[in-house]
């Protein structure tokens, strides 16, 4: 079994930043990719960032420049942080990754999910 677990997100101004992590646990024999998609009410599930292992990243064209994905391999945790926000930034976040475990072979995992709001 192996979880993710978001944490950070919650109401922001427009303009303001904010950071979201995840963390993974279980019977992790190695992570690969991890990444953020959003999805808002209406819309469809779109990728934001994903990082892999060795530190190599992609974003969407809509967020270059203000966000930030990163990650420490030793935790098992994942980070983006979001600047400049704007209300069409507002969607819930979730954190995926790509998992291998010592009897599955790499599977993409996701976490609940974790609401970001820019409002004024």
């Known amino acids: 079994q192996v979880q993710l677990v978001e944490s950070g997100g919650g109401l922001v101004q427009p303009g303001g930043s904010l950071s979201v992590s995840c963390s993974a646990s279980g019977s992790i024999f190695r992570i690969y990719t991890m990444g953020w998609y959003r999805q808002a009410p209406g819309e469809q599930r779109e990728l934001v960032a994903r990082?892999?292992?060795?530190?190599?990243?992609n974003y969407a064209d809509s967020v270059k420049g203000r966000f930030t994905i990163s990650r420490d391999n030793a935790k098992k945790a994942a980070y983006l942080q979001i600047n400049s926000l704007k209300p069409a930034d507002t969607a819930v976040y979730l954190c995926y990754a790509t998992v291998s475990t010592p009897v599955i072979r790499p599977t993409d995992y996701w976490g609940q999910g974790t609401q970001v709001t820019v409002s004024s």
């Open positions: 990082i892999t292992r060795d530190g190599d990243t």
